[in-house]
């Protein structure tokens, strides 16, 4: 059992409603130099990204923007190009903008400051940048944010759907540490004790309050992106992202390649946890339960997914990460298997 010395975290963490208007004071007090380069959305610039950018000047900053609509390379490539005399990047969005934000951040050596919009995934916080590619999406390595603000009040007016995605990533730890347990055990891969019990803490603490967690409420977009932020910082101990990726995120990556429209990450992560729970012979009805308290997807058909595509994914799985080793073994389910499985958790009928 190997805890890492290398370990990347936020120097600062600050959430709560309002806490956007403190952007100003959190740049003098942890950037030096006067230009900024903000990356954004079309649609979270309005909702954010325009207030951060004037909050900014106002505090006698130059600002470079850049709007965005894809986590591809090509977007990257172009953040890194115009962020060369930056002192910072600052992410203002949801997950592409954040993402391209990290790893723009970590090829420049410039400090990154998370801003998110939403709280659907653990990204907010993490040291790893998902990277879409002709194959599906790739997650890549980069630095952990400088600091991270969230607005708890502009998460809570974001659609629910979004927390309960965020709730459903963060579920998805216990099956994640599972595998990662095993690996440890079959193949003498590294493991962290320290932050699979962060990990694991992590999504047992949001389960205990998932009778509060509401729409439009700024305490329950507090709980989850408090989760959100410490699994985040679990993945930065371990150095990788095993305690928060398993089986159930292989999953998920497999429907992001094979669904026409797949869903939000979260939720695809928490449907795949509810399979790959019962595959491991935990307690997967109490994950059942405790997403449909929060009324996040638990079948294919809340997901708006073909029965078909989940048999499909469930097959394919095991080919994503092939070096990632998991409860599906080298050789994956047989497609009987995957049915009985899918069957068997009420996520097809």
């Known amino acids: 059992m190997t805890d890492f010395r290398n370990v990347q975290l936020p120097r600062e963490i600050h959430t709560g409603p309002q806490k956007i208007k403190e952007i100003g004071t959190i740049c003098k007090n942890l950037i030096q130099g006067n230009e900024i380069t903000v990356i954004t959305g079309n649609t979270t610039k309005k909702i954010a990204g325009k207030e951060v950018m004037d909050i900014l000047e106002d505090a006698g900053y130059t600002i470079i923007e850049k709007i965005i609509d894809q986590a591809t390379q090509k977007e990257v490539d172009e953040v890194v190009t115009i962020s060369k005399n930056s002192s910072a990047i600052l992410g203002v969005g949801g997950g592409k903008v954040i993402d391209v ?51 708890t009040q502009i998460i809570a007016q974001a659609p629910y759907r979004f927390i309960a995605s965020g709730f459903s990533d963060i579920i998805s730890n216990l099956t994640a540490v599972e595998d990662w347990k095993l690996a440890y055990k079959l193949i003498n891969e590294p493991f962290s004790d320290s932050a699979a019990a962060l990990s694991v803490m992590t999504a047992n603490l949001l389960i205990e309050q998932a009778d509060n967690i509401q729409p439009r409420h700024v305490g329950s977009a507090g709980i989850v992106v408090k989760g959100l932020i410490s699994s985040g910082m679990a993945i930065s101990i371990a150095g990788n992202s095993r305690p928060a990726s398993g089986s159930e995120h292989k999953f998920c990556h497999a429907l992001d390649i094979i669904a026409p429209k797949p869903a939000l990450h979260g939720e695809q992560c928490g449907v795949g946890t509810i399979m790959m729970m019962y595959l491991q012979g935990g307690n997967w009805k109490q994950i059942k339960n405790v997403l449909e308290t929060i009324n996040a997807p638990t079948t294919a058909k809340e997901l708006n997914i073909n029965e078909k595509h989940i048999i499909d994914a469930l097959v394919e799985a095991h080919n994503i990460r092939k070096e990632r080793y998991t409860i599906l073994g080298d050789r994956g389910l047989s497609r009987e298997a995957a049915e009985n499985i899918a069957l068997k958790t009420k996520v097809i009928e």
């Open 101 to 151: 934000a990290k790893l723009s951040s970590t090829i420049n050596a410039i400090p990154f400051i998370s801003i998110p919009t939403t709280a659907a995934h653990d990204g907010i916080a993490s040291p790893r940048a998902s990277i879409k590619s002709p194959q599906g999406s790739v997650s890549l390595e980069a630095n952990a944010p400088f600091a991270v603000l969230v607005d």
